[in-house]
């Protein structure tokens, strides 16, 4: 027997019909009788079929694979433009401003700078919430125009000239679609009441989270209806 099992480790074996073992597959009549995956066992037989339960491969390359139902990786995967992974990304601190904030005090702590007349400045944001409300995209910035100041005229004489005067605007633009305007407005007078937040604000942050990116993406509309693009920072559907 010794001697037999020596042989039998010194050859390359080959087998006309089916390997099997464990308790999913039985032999019944001659046929080998498939228990279904909640047994153990294996079997592979002459036309290169392999069924395992709970099968571990190892350093593999595995071509034309279909997985007929869920699947989870608990690795890295690379498909085409694809990078998934558990490498944890966590963004910067977010910028907060509480209820009743002056909405010029934000355009200067986000450095928007000066806006000419009836022009505006935008800041885009990946996150953001205003109160309880999440998906803040951009902050614009508009000059609106207040009223006409005339020029002064002392004892009949025209003094200076004419200008108009212009105030602040915050559009908050929404994830989807929406926007929450925050303005100066007049007050008794000439006198300008100056805008304020009414809900806390907050812009930029979030939390921690795994990797998901899309390398290599086309920068324009390309390929089939439903291609996905790259426009700048954003991502675009054909």
Request: hydrophobic share 35%; net charge neutral.
């Amino acid at each position: 027997m010794a001697a037999f099992i020596e042989q039998l480790q010194a050859q390359l074996i080959q087998v006309n019909a089916i390997v099997f073992g464990g308790e999913r597959f039985i032999k019944e009549n001659g046929q080998v009788i498939d228990r279904g995956p909640s047994f153990r066992g294996f079997s592979l037989d002459s036309n290169g079929l392999l069924k395992a339960s709970r099968a571990e491969i190892t350093n593999s390359y595995i071509d034309d694979v279909v997985i007929g139902k869920s699947a989870v990786f608990a690795g890295t995967v690379d498909s085409g433009p694809l990078h998934a992974s558990n490498e944890i990304q966590t963004p910067p601190a977010g910028r907060t401003w509480t209820n009743n904030t002056l909405i010029g005090t934000i355009r200067s702590d986000l450095d928007v700078g000066s806006i000419p007349e009836n022009g505006s400045r935008t800041v885009n944001f990946g996150s953001g919430q205003l109160g309880s409300k999440q998906g803040i995209t951009q902050l614009t910035f508009e000059s609106k125009f207040l009223y006409y100041q005339p020029p002064m005229v002392v004892n009949g004489v025209v003094i200076g000239v004419g200008r108009n005067v212009f105030g602040l605007r915050l559009r908050i633009h929404f994830n989807d679609n929406t926007v929450t305007t925050f303005e100066d407005t007049m007050g008794s007078g000439i006198n300008i009441n100056q805008g304020r937040i009414n809900q806390s604000l907050t812009v930029g942050g979030g939390n921690s989270g795994g990797t998901l990116r899309f390398n290599n993406l086309p920068s324009g509309p390309a390929g089939p209806s439903g291609t996905v693009y790259r426009n700048g920072n954003q991502l675009m559907i054909v």
